[in-house]
């Protein structure tokens, strides 16, 4: 069965990090393209930032530009979001994606067929 389990949310004040964990089983990540995606309350959720396969580019949407890293870890099956100086409007659920027929369109992985239940992440004070 094919999932996507993220991990590593929480609360955490203005200026803190997190580390979000996206641990992919029954299949291998080498070959998909992965994403970042995140739902603020009363709001669509929206791309944060992709990363291609083929040559492991890179990209983020502006609110998150030079605070979020999304990197890989193709032996532990896993990606990753380091985040940096969080904001109270970073507060969302984040969800982690992974698609190997679509592709990285800028910032967004698109088609997503498939979501899992995505980690909470609080900014507050």
């Known amino acids: 069965q094919v999932k996507l389990v993220e991990s590593g949310g929480g609360l955490v004040k203005p200026g803190g990090s997190l580390r979000l964990s996206c641990a992919a089983s029954?299949?291998?990540?080498?070959?998909?393209?992965v994403g970042w995606f995140r739902q603020a309350p009363g709001k669509v959720r929206e791309g944060v930032s992709c990363?291609?396969?083929?040559?492991?580019?890179?990209d983020y949407a502006d609110a998150v530009k030079g605070r979020f890293t999304i990197s890989r870890d193709n032996d532990k099956n896993t990606v990753y979001m380091q985040i940096d100086r969080l904001k109270p409007e970073d507060t969302a659920i984040y969800y982690c994606?992974?698609?190997?027929?679509?592709?990285?369109?800028?910032?967004?992985?698109?088609?997503?067929?498939?979501w899992g239940q995505g980690t909470q992440v609080t900014v507050s004070s």
């Open positions: 029954g299949f291998t990540l080498d070959y998909y393209n």
């Open positions: 994606a992974a698609e190997k027929d679509t592709t990285c369109s800028d910032y967004v992985l698109i088609a997503v067929a498939d």
């Open positions: 990363m291609n396969s083929n040559d492991g580019s890179t």
